[in-house]
């Protein structure tokens, strides 16, 4: 785990305990190994249900004495979490697939800030493969081979970091699911209920990710400009729409002017200055998968005067740096959207 001020304290989801009961109650040798991001410290807890004497019990007590176990695990839990000293989710990853257990449960809600994976600077918009490629070239991650990882608690987040959308979750999902695979390992998400260990306190800041959501905002020429983020509308990387319905909705405004006659609109498909070339191919793509929409909501063709994509060129250089001129990695998930900009006929 690594636990910090922008998500919610680690705790086993219902279903993880129920397994280690299963654990428990099954074999006489079940132990578990608790460890933080940034701190040294490796705690086992053993489950095995002893008597007072020190005898594994066999008898009607065995249970009883499994749960105490059980409890005993959730305290290690609440004071690793206490001890938690960095950010750095997969460098504890890490750490806990060195100790040679076959099973590895990471407790996080998943923003990671630590390069090559940091979400700031990614955004919701990754590409959940490239992200896997540029982690094995870094070896940044574990070989994991042979091993299962349970990615647990993934977008329980808390305090500064605003709650996420369906469609960051599903980005957060698709990015830690590619992280996993780059290890080589089995991987499960478990996002089950779990209780909330409210006693746990941080003073480790945790990450702040933007969740981008659709704006508008009035034009010169009387009409509105409508800036629907590209994390909202599409899959990481590509132009599939992740829900055609919903994205439909945010441009039922504009269908409908353009259907009655009294607006025309222009398609703009943007990203951020990264990567080779200017990302003209797939914001054209998108710009297109837009128009779509417009044009299975009734709007006449006649109606879309442009439609295009115009990738990083469409803004300033100022948009993407900071007050020093330097490139500012944390503007680029904004950047990547599309713009419809609705201008109204004159009578």
Request: proline share 7%.
């Amino acid at each position: 785990m690594a636990h910090h001020d922008t998500e919610l304290p680690p705790a086993l989801s219902d279903a993880e305990r129920a397994g280690f009961r299963a654990l428990a109650s099954g074999r006489d040798d079940a132990v578990v190994s608790v460890l933080a991001a940034g701190d040294p410290l490796i705690e086992d807890v053993d489950l095995e249900p002893r008597r007072a004497n020190g005898e594994i019990e066999h008898g009607p007590r065995r249970d009883a004495l499994i749960e105490a176990r059980l409890t005993a695990l959730d305290a290690t839990i609440e004071r690793a979490a206490s001890r938690s000293r960095s950010t750095d989710v997969l460098g504890a990853l890490g750490n806990a697939v060195r100790l040679g257990s076959t099973t590895v449960h990471v407790l996080s809600a998943g923003l990671s800030d630590t390069d090559p994976f940091d979400m700031r600077v990614s955004g919701w918009d990754a590409d959940p493969q490239r992200i896997a490629t540029d982690l094995r070239a870094a070896h940044a991650v574990p070989d994991a081979a042979g091993r299962t990882l349970v990615l647990s608690g993934l977008g329980r987040t808390a305090g500064r970091q605003p709650p996420l959308d369906e469609s960051a979750q599903q980005s957060l999902r698709a990015q830690w699911t590619a992280a996993c695979a780059a290890t080589g390992a089995r991987c499960v998400i478990d996002d089950g209920t779990r209780p909330l260990r409210a006693g746990v306190r941080t003073d480790v800041p945790g990450p702040v990710l933007p969740v981008e959501r659709a704006s508008t905002r009035a034009t010169v020429a009387g009409g509105v400009e409508l800036s629907l983020p590209s994390s909202v509308l599409f899959v990481a990387g590509s132009c599939a729409l992740r829900d055609p319905a919903a994205a439909a909705s945010l441009l039922a405004g504009v269908a409908d002017r353009l259907r009655t006659g009294t607006g025309t609109a222009s398609v703009s498909g943007r990203t951020a200055p990264v990567g080779p070339g200017d990302g003209v191919e797939l914001a054209t793509c998108r710009a297109r998968a837009v128009a779509g929409l417009l044009l299975g909501a009734g709007a006449p063709a006649a109606a879309l005067t442009r439609i295009a994509g115009d990738g990083s060129l469409a803004d300033p250089p100022s948009a993407s740096r900071d007050n020093e001129g330097r490139p500012d990695l944390r503007t680029y998930p904004s950047l990547r959207r599309v713009v419809v900009v609705l201008t109204p006929v004159r009578p």
